[in-house]
């Protein structure tokens, strides 16, 4: 037997140790005596004569067979995953119009008037049909543009897409991304019926900076507006992300939006979060980006000062990837209003990152398609060694794809953090459970 390669040993307590394995996400307290005779097996080659202490570290893979090769179990689970067909993706765009005009937009240059016709809502509906005999499950994220303008054309597609699910069986699940300027009671009536189960919401500070950042396309503000639909809306909102895009110019806004929100009443259903502002298609200034590492660092605190106001539970606890996104996942695509297909949503509008359209979803092949989707970070030299390997997975892909950058996962950066909050939240729920 020999240990993984992807073991981590963190100290927790006078008598105990953190033990996590990042290829099964095995996560368990170890007593620093046992990890002493662990740490002399592999250092020194000396037997581990505690044969429940060998099962133990077998059953979370801390120890493994000789003539296992472990990156090939890594790869298998990437091929798995990213190829699987039992799971449909589609992120549809209905417009390109936006009423927002923000500062950092990645589509800026697709920005437009452009709506989804009939045609093409029924080319979707065809491309699911098609599918329908061997999709266990299907997810559609309704994205911009601003995709409420065309709030008509996500209801009429909606239950379109709704029927074939429930005639074939399949799993139905929905989602929206929106700036909330137009998230009234109204269209969250709507939302409901067409069981949209989770919307993103963008909240940049309080009211000026948000406003200055988040613009209404005619310049006007947008704050209030957004929070008004939250707080009228609130009996009948799914799960809110409220994204807080920072960079170095709003670093304090989280604690901001946090007393909003609190002072609101929103927190039941609102839960904020960091997103890092980035400068992907030359949308932003370099200098103003804050840097992966540093991100990780400010984006963990922010979530951890979140979780402390709610019932404590683990923060950014890693999941194992067989794929990163969309974008390496052979059934996902983004649908644009024209019909156009694309991988990455960041990609929209751009007709160099085009990969097909929806007439022919499955069978267009071309350059974009392969270098997102044959990309193997089990033979990147940059990424087979490292221990933290099946929790990334090489990181984004349009990062890697574009800018030809390895941009680690936040775990590369603050994984001890993360096991030793979630350790911890786990004793103190055992504890109470044994009251």
């Not at 605190?301 to 683990?314: I, L, R």
Request: hydrophobic share 35%.
């Amino acid at each position: 037997m020999k240990a993984s390669n992807y073991n981590h040993f963190i100290s927790f307590s006078g008598a105990q140790s953190i033990a996590y394995n990042a290829r099964t996400n095995a996560l368990a307290l170890i007593d620093n005596d046992k990890l002493d005779v662990y740490k002399q097996f592999v250092e020194k080659g000396i037997n581990i004569e505690d044969s429940q202490l060998v099962s133990d570290l077998m059953l979370g893979s801390f120890l493994l067979s000789d003539e296992i090769n472990e990156l090939d179990l890594v790869r298998l689970n990437m091929l798995r995953g990213r190829y699987a067909t039992s799971a449909l993706s589609f992120t549809v765009v209905p417009t390109s119009a936006c009423n927002f005009r923000c500062i950092y937009c990645y589509e800026k240059n697709a920005i437009g008037h452009e709506y989804m016709s009939e045609s093409i809502q029924d080319a979707v509906v065809t491309a699911l049909e098609t599918r329908k005999d061997c999709t266990q499950v299907f997810s559609v994220s309704w994205f911009g543009g601003e995709p409420l303008l065309e709030l008509p054309i996500i209801e009429k597609l909606s239950v379109r897409l709704m029927n074939i699910c429930e005639q074939a069986n399949i799993k139905y699940s929905a989602k929206l991304i929106t700036n909330g300027y137009l998230l009234t009671k109204e269209t969250l009536e709507i939302l409901k019926k067409v069981k949209v189960d989770f919307i993103q919401v963008t909240l940049d500070g309080g009211p000026e900076q948000h406003n200055k950042r988040r613009p209404l396309a005619n310049g006007g503000e947008t704050f209030w507006q957004i929070l008004k639909n939250l707080q009228a809306g609130y009996d009948l909102l799914p799960r809110v992300a409220l994204r807080i895009n920072i960079d170095n110019d709003n670093v304090s806004a989280g604690e901001q939006i946090k007393n909003y929100i609190d002072e609101n009443g929103l927190s039941g259903k609102v839960t904020p979060y960091f997103g890092r502002t980035r400068n992907d298609n030359d949308c932003y200034s370099d200098d103003k980006c804050i840097n992966s590492c540093d991100f990780a660092e400010i984006e963990f605190d922010y979530a951890y000062e979140v979780e402390q106001s709610k019932e404590k539970g683990a923060v950014y606890y890693p999941d194992v990837k067989s794929f990163f996104c969309c974008a390496d996942r052979i059934n996902s695509f983004v649908i644009a209003p024209s019909g156009a297909l694309y991988k990455c949503w960041v990609d929209i509008g751009n007709p160099d990152k085009y990969v097909g359209d929806i007439a022919n979803p499955f069978k267009n092949i071309n350059n974009t398609l392969l270098n997102y989707m044959l990309f193997d970070p089990t033979s990147v030299l940059q990424c087979k060694d490292c221990d933290i390997l099946p929790i990334c997975m090489g990181g984004c892909p349009y990062q890697r794809v574009e800018r030809g950058d390895q941009e680690c996962l936040r775990h590369k950066y603050i994984l001890e953090r993360c096991l030793v909050n979630a350790t911890k939240a786990l004793k103190q729920a055992k504890q109470l459970s044994e009251k």
